[in-house]
């Protein structure tokens, strides 16, 4: 199975404030990554596909890059809505599909 | 709009049977992939299981293969998952969700996710 590692596990920052994620494959997976963000108690929410490009809803501030076996989830500018946890998942190899471990974004 | 919602969660022994149900509205349910992800108290997210569209074809994580099946009633717009010999590792939120890629059974995304239905495997 592939294994996603996502780095940090969790990070403190202010609303204003650019932030980056990462999210290290354990083998190459072309640009199968996609990303989400999840509130508390609430639903996953599509944020990035294809590595790198957004969906309709999703606000430009977000960034998504990498290929291979390296991607970064960037989010500039924070806003108060943002503070969630993220999480990348691979789609290369699947079965099965195999999603990182999260990373929690806290206010500061 | 595009809508799922998910029932058939409860309490169940260890050993027990479960059956989830996803009922999906407000998008052409036929030409989509489903998938079914869970999520434990407290834990990261889990992909358990895929369907894919026309033929049907499932795909399971490890840790269900064997003892889960997804099915799909596209005339009921429909995603089900049988549940059988249920273990306490099995608690978790279970969501039903949405392919995002039309048709395609090569890439995936999860694009629209229900609130979740609750299982809880305790004697």
């Known amino acids: 199975d592939i294994q996603l590692t996502q780095s940090p596990s969790s990070l403190s920052a202010s609303v204003g404030d650019r932030v980056t994620i990462t999210c290290r494959a354990s083998q190459n997976i072309n640009n199968h990554l996609n990303w989400y963000q999840q509130k508390s108690g609430k639903a996953p929410k599509l944020l990035i596909y294809g590595a790198s490009t957004l969906p309709p809803w999703v606000p430009s501030r977000f960034t998504g890059g990498g290929s291979g076996t390296d991607f970064t989830l960037t989010i500039s500018d924070l806003q108060p809505d943002d503070f969630a946890t993220y999480y990348c998942q691979q789609t290369y190899s699947n079965p099965p599909i195999t999603l990182g471990q999260g990373t929690r974004l806290d206010i500061k | 709009e595009m809508q799922l919602v998910e029932s058939g969660g409860g309490v169940v022994q260890p050993g027990g049977s479960l059956r989830l149900s996803c009922a999906a509205s407000?998008?052409?349910?036929?030409?989509?992939?489903m998938h079914w992800v869970r999520q434990s108290p407290g834990k990261g997210l889990e992909w358990i299981s895929l369907?894919?569209?026309?033929?049907?074809?499932?795909y399971y994580a490890d840790s269900v293969k064997d003892r889960f099946t997804i099915s799909r009633d596209d005339n009921k717009k429909f995603l089900y998952l049988q549940m059988n010999s249920l273990t306490s590792d099995d608690s978790a939120l279970y969501f039903c969700?949405?392919?995002?890629?039309?048709?395609?059974?090569?890439?995936?995304?999860?694009?629209?996710w229900g609130q979740g239905t609750t299982v809880t495997v305790s004697s």
């Open positions: 969700a949405k392919e995002f890629y039309f048709r395609d059974s090569t890439r995936h995304a999860l694009s629209v």
């Open positions: 407000g998008f052409s349910f036929e030409d989509f992939a």
């Open positions: 369907i894919t569209v026309e033929d049907g074809v499932a």
